[in-house]
């Protein structure tokens, strides 16, 4: 499996972006998908998760800012990142996953940086 992000770069605060995260290698519709970020000095921190079914979780300080969706059909995951905020700076992975059978893949990063 491999994935690749894109979509990052340098928006003002209160800016949006948008990210995608193309699937290749697997069977996209079989993978849990899921966003996170790592901050310069922070540990990689977990955003955004949408089931195969398409359910989708969020971690608190992005709700009501950031969604995920997934289209099966062009095997891409999407973060709409909208009101974006100066600590909303870091680099962003896209992951897959099988939880069931411990499957588990990650892409390189975007990097989105958010001025004030």
């Known amino acids: 499996v491999q994935l690749q992000a894109s979509g990052g770069g340098l928006v003002q605060a209160g800016g949006s972006l948008r990210l995608s995260c193309a699937f290749s290698?697997?069977?996209?519709?079989?993978?849990?998908m899921g966003w996170y970020r790592q901050a310069p000095g922070k540990e990689r921190e977990l955003i955004a998760t949408?089931?195969?079914?398409?359910?989708?979780n969020y971690v608190d300080f992005v709700k009501g800012r950031f969604t995920i969706s997934r289209d099966n059909a062009k095997n891409t995951v999407y973060l709409q990142m909208n009101s974006l905020k100066v600590e909303d700076t870091a680099v962003y992975h896209c992951?897959?996953?099988?939880?069931?059978?411990?499957?588990?893949?990650w892409g390189q990063g975007t990097q989105v940086t958010v001025s004030s």
């Open positions: 992951n897959a996953d099988i939880p069931a059978l411990g499957k588990k893949y």
């Open positions: 290698g697997g069977i996209f519709s079989m993978f849990r």
């Open positions: 949408i089931t195969v079914g398409g359910s989708t």
